[in-house]
């Protein structure tokens, strides 16, 4: 597909939201020459901040508060939000009409004519993405990074030229559109896969049928880098058409890979083992990052990218926000910001990353999951359990009590939770954000939840006053 193509052409962008990505959609559409209707359920009022930044568009409208049915089918063409399921009444009005629904990593894989390193996984994909990127860079590469973290997708295409290489992280959402299109990237990395948004899929087998989107449709010649110690991983092997690439917290002898051994990270071609780095020459925290930092080697090897550049650029990296995140220390207390573990498993990979006994700020909104494992790990090293009200803390209080842990207070919001993680903690302890949960009903998205964190914690002097 070219631009040219969409000059003219009617386009429903459906789901304007306020993060951004509905907005990016909509001003690079309305900039190619298509003619956009904006639709969303959400009022004009809640949407005024993301309408008011396309005033300046002309060929824009917006029909809020509601979803018209001829906006779906009296269309050439839907762009659905990620978030908006397949089985939504109004997509399936537009296929059954015949009307072509994409979303923006569908419409931007098939604009864009550079090669595509594409990263998902359940967790740690926005942390490889942006270590894939940083050695990139480092090796001199014209290195665009989309879709990491909390930014739009389609107007990154006007920063191309020639000699670009992408960096995409893709969520399941934006894989299923490129597994419905028939898409993969040539280069592909699933960092892990576990029990997550099963408040949107109705089965795991569901979440990863979406998954499989990387590799799908690659081609022999093509790059499918898997984690070895991941026992989803391991059963998808079979269906992978590409060259895969193994990474591993063990020792990789019969595959390529790259893994880790006595305390030191080494690179295996099948022919030569090579020395790479000491693991103690990581700057980021705990087990799962290793093996985030073990994907992103592998990567920028199969890419031909030389050693000793991998190794500068890993030693150099320092994290990326939200994630493990320090944000200060007051009276001998650390404060931790790790708002993106929105499952537990990832809440208990952070609390376990501490070697310091944790006063925890968790809890949420439910995503159907187990919350025993993150019971189990606050139980462990969790000497005040200050939990943000939701129906994830109501399942999370269940699994405390059967396992008779009971210093845990539910609070209303974060002021609250940091003032009284101040007031409980002690000289030498962690007061550590992670959630284990989604931030829905009490902030916009976990990026709020972190950001809100940060400016309390940083406030705290003036409480002191």
Known sequence: MDKSYLKGKKITVMGLGILGGGEGAVRFLAEVGAIVTVTDIKSSEKLKKSVEKLKDLKNVKFILGQHRTED???????????????????IKLALEKGV??????????????NSIVGVTGTKGKTTVSSLIYEILKADGKNVIKVGIGDVSVLDK?????KNSVVVFELSSWRLSALKMHKISPSIAVITNIFPDHLNYYNSMEAYIADKK???????????????ADNEREKKLEEEIKS??????RNRIISKRGVYAEDGIIYVNDRIDEKKLMEISEIKLRGEHNRENVLAAIAVAWSMGVNLLTIKKAVANFGGVKHRLEFVREINKVKYYNDTAATMPEAATVGIKSFSES???????SDKKLDMSILAEAIKEKVSEAI?????????????????????????????????????????????????GAASFGLFSNEFERGDIFKQVVNEIDNILE
Not at 79 to 90: S, T, Y
Not at 213 to 227: A, D, R, T
Not at 243 to 248: A, L, T
Request: glycine share 6%.
């Open 72 to 90: 779906f089918v009296k269309t050439d063409m839907v762009v659905k939000n990620p978030a908006v399921p397949w089985n939504n009444k109004h």
């Open 100 to 113: 072509p629904v994409e979303m923006d990593s569908s419409l931007f894989f098939k604009l864009c004519q």
């Open 157 to 161: 295409l006007k920063m191309l030229k």
């Open 213 to 227: 989107g990387i590799f799908l449709y690659q081609k022999k010649q093509n790059i499918c880098v898997l984690n």
């Open 243 to 248: 060259q895969i690439i193994k990474f591993s």
């Open 358 to 364: 944790v006063v925890l700020i968790g809890g949420g």
């Open 387 to 435: 939990l943000l009200n939701g129906e994830a803390t109501d399942k999370l209080i269940l699994a405390l009590k059967k396992i008779n842990y009971a210093n845990f207070k539910i609070v209303q919001d974060m002021r609250e939770a940091v003032e009284l993680a101040r007031q409980k903690a002690l000289p030498g302890q962690i007061v550590l954000l992670s959630p």
